[in-house]
């Protein structure tokens, strides 16, 4: 098991009160596995991206508990998280084309931030040049601005620098969200070459589009409002996902060949709750068509079957 | 309704603006009453900067844009006021569309000022309420508040009942659902589709190749500025046969299939001076003739309604 996190609970301090943008959060990530995680936006998925990797104010730890290869990570203390940073557990950021210094050469820039960690830059560049080669970039890259690349590439350089330490946990956060279809097929597959080249042990991959997921993640985690809502393997979510709000959330994917002269797509009515004070029990249950009494309570996240994870009274409670 | 002849924008860049790039090249097409026209490419290929010619935001190079009839792409004053009784707009980022000191409804004052300023208050409150109505929104629910305070979704279908306001006949959607999570999009998406039943054409200009098969009846693919393929959708879809559109359908992660084992290639720089065709640097090997070095192919009918400009395909 690579990942265990356990009743992670990660709030905003804000001047009005907290902000409850994750609740109670509990999930493994195996050896080897690409964990897609999604959910509109505002579902906290970033926030239980970036908490892993870097708590920053105003985000505020309130419980739970990190393991990344059976060890314990400091993940309240910003300080005590540096020498596992970019070492054991890298991130690409959201909005990763923005992430380089323009005032900087790739190649400097790249020097700069190993010797932060207290890598030698020389010793590194021939495993640097072979990485680039992995992504398709030219060694010339190194002598670029970024502002010389284009959006794809800044992509995958900034890919190449993320996981340059071999880390243990890749976070991706919405990597291929900004990019065109052909350079986000591109940027997809070579993360699931990292991964098969052993560049990283695992990865979360956060995005939005399901579809993505479909293609390269082993399994898929949907969340809502600040809760978890069901996890299992990809073929299981897309096509026989049991909480009721992946069901709603697939059913508005316009498949390649739907027509809407001859299947009208209906989207979900209604707006996910205001985390500042969020309804207790089951966060869904406003736009819920299966919603009954019991839903106050707040449902657990149970296994149901091997691999299978989910959080619904009605489909997963003791009566179902 | 609304017809592009040959329409061309070059943009200056470089530091004194000696360098010329090509973003629009010779794109015709047309848009019929009550039909909505996918424009489908990547980012670069020129779409948005077509919509905004459309819209009169940018002055074109070359060619000219006729609406009903009359060329509009050098109208001034007063007939471009009456153009824009016809044609609006919608953009993609709908939070950057407002200001965010002042209240939503702001942008239904400003057209209230601008184009109906004897109409009474009683009247225009009808007016109103009935173009939320149509757009999906309880105007008890969405008037009198801040941007922040409405959804994504809520702005964008202001956007929209915006230009319905001035009863226009042409709406130009710069990918206005890319920014809408899954669970909203398809109601904005369907929301255009009804607003065709009214009378109204649809510009859809998008990178998502599914939405444009959902919703259109016509597509037209850019590359680079040129037009590659266009025709009927179904067509497009069914039988692609440019291969940038086979690439970019190829690519489409979708819910049914699993990607193939092709090779993407990526694009490389270079090549703009029109002396080619715009895509012979990223063509497959083996489909490259003599014939795609000697110039930009024109775009020739395969079958009916199925258009495409590539010396390769049309042998």
């Known amino acids: 098991m690579t990942l265990q996190v356990e009743d992670l609970s990660i709030y905003y301090r804000t001047l009005r009160g907290d902000v409850h943008a994750l609740e109670s959060t509990t999930f493994n990530v195996g050896d080897n596995e690409i964990m897609g995680l999604a959910g509109e936006s505002g579902c906290g998925k970033t926030t239980l991206g970036t908490s892993l990797i870097l708590l920053k104010p105003p ?134 070459e990292f991964r098969d080249q052993g560049l990283c042990k695992s990865a979360i991959v956060i995005t939005h589009d399901l579809s993505i997921l479909y293609e390269i993640s082993d399994s898929i985690l949907i969340m809502y409002a600040g809760q978890l809502a069901e996890k299992a393997p990809t073929d299981i979510i897309i096509h026989a996902p049991r909480h009721p709000y992946t069901k709603m959330l697939i059913a508005t994917l316009p498949e390649v060949g739907a027509k809407y002269s001859e299947k009208r797509l209906t989207g979900i009515p209604g707006n996910p709750p205001l985390l500042l004070n969020p309804p207790t029990g089951c966060r869904f249950r406003d736009r819920c068509p299966l919603a009954f009494a019991k839903c106050v309570e707040l449902p657990p996240f149970v296994e149901i079957e091997k691999g299978h994870f989910g959080a619904c009274w009605k489909e997963f409670g003791p009566n179902a | 309704m609304l017809k592009l002849n040959n329409v061309s924008k070059v943009y200056h860049g470089g530091t004194f603006g000696g360098k010329e790039i090509h973003a629009v090249n010779d794109v015709s097409f047309d848009i019929a009453n009550k039909e909505i026209m996918s424009l489908i490419g990547e980012s670069g290929s020129g779409k948005s900067t077509i919509g905004k010619m459309i819209l009169r935001l940018i002055s074109i190079s070359s060619g000219s844009i006729d609406f009903d009839g009359v060329d509009v792409s050098n109208q001034k004053g007063a007939a471009l006021k009456e153009y824009y009784r016809n044609v609006q707009g919608v953009f993609q980022d709908p939070f950057s569309s407002y200001n965010p000191i002042f209240k939503a409804d702001r942008i239904f004052s400003f057209v209230r000022n601008e184009f109906y300023p004897g109409v009474s208050n009683a009247d ?60 909203t999009r398809i109601d904005v998406l369907n929301l255009l589709a009804d607003l065709r039943k009214r009378g109204l054409s649809v510009l859809f200009i998008t990178h998502d190749l599914s939405l444009a098969h959902y919703i259109s009846d016509r597509s037209v693919i850019l590359y680079r500025g040129y037009v590659v393929e266009r025709g009927s959708t179904e067509k497009i879809f069914n039988n692609p046969l440019h291969p940038y559109t086979r690439l970019l359908m190829a690519a489409v992660p979708r819910l049914d299939k699993r990607w193939e084992p092709t090779k993407v290639v990526l694009e490389t720089k270079g090549d703009e001076a029109g002396n080619t065709c715009p895509y012979f640097s990223r063509c497959y090997d083996d489909r490259k003739t003599e014939e795609c070095k000697l110039g930009v192919p024109s775009l020739k009918e395969v079958e009916p309604e199925h258009f495409v400009a590539c010396c390769g395909c049309t042998q």
């Open chain 2, 124 to 183: 225009w409150n009808k007016k109103l309420n009935n173009s939320l109505e149509i757009v999906g929104l309880n105007p008890e629910h969405v008037l009198n508040k801040f941007p922040h305070q409405l959804s994504g979704g809520q702005l964008q279908r202001f956007l929209i009942a915006r230009a319905l306001l001035l009863d226009i006949k042409f709406l130009v959607a710069d990918e206005i659902i890319s920014m809408l999570d899954a669970s």
């Open chain 1, 59 to 192: 985000m505020k730890f309130i419980k739970g508990r990190v393991l990344l290869d059976n060890e314990e990570l400091p993940t309240y203390d910003t300080e005590k998280m540096n020498p596992f940073r970019f070492k054991k557990i890298s991130i690409i950021p959201q909005y990763a084309m923005n992430a380089m210094n323009p005032t900087r050469k790739i190649g400097k820039m790249t020097g700069e931030l190993l010797r932060s960690r207290g890598v030698d830059y020389k010793a590194t560049l021939p495993l640097l040049k072979e990485r680039l080669d992995l992504v398709k970039l030219p060694e010339s890259v190194l002598d670029m601005y970024p502002i010389e690349m284009s959006g794809g590439m800044k992509q995958r350089m900034v890919m190449v620098i993320s996981t340059l330490l071999n880390p243990s946990l890749l976070i991706a956060d919405e990597i291929t969200s900004a990019l065109d279809v052909a350079s986000q097929k591109a940027v997809a597959e070579m993360l699931v």
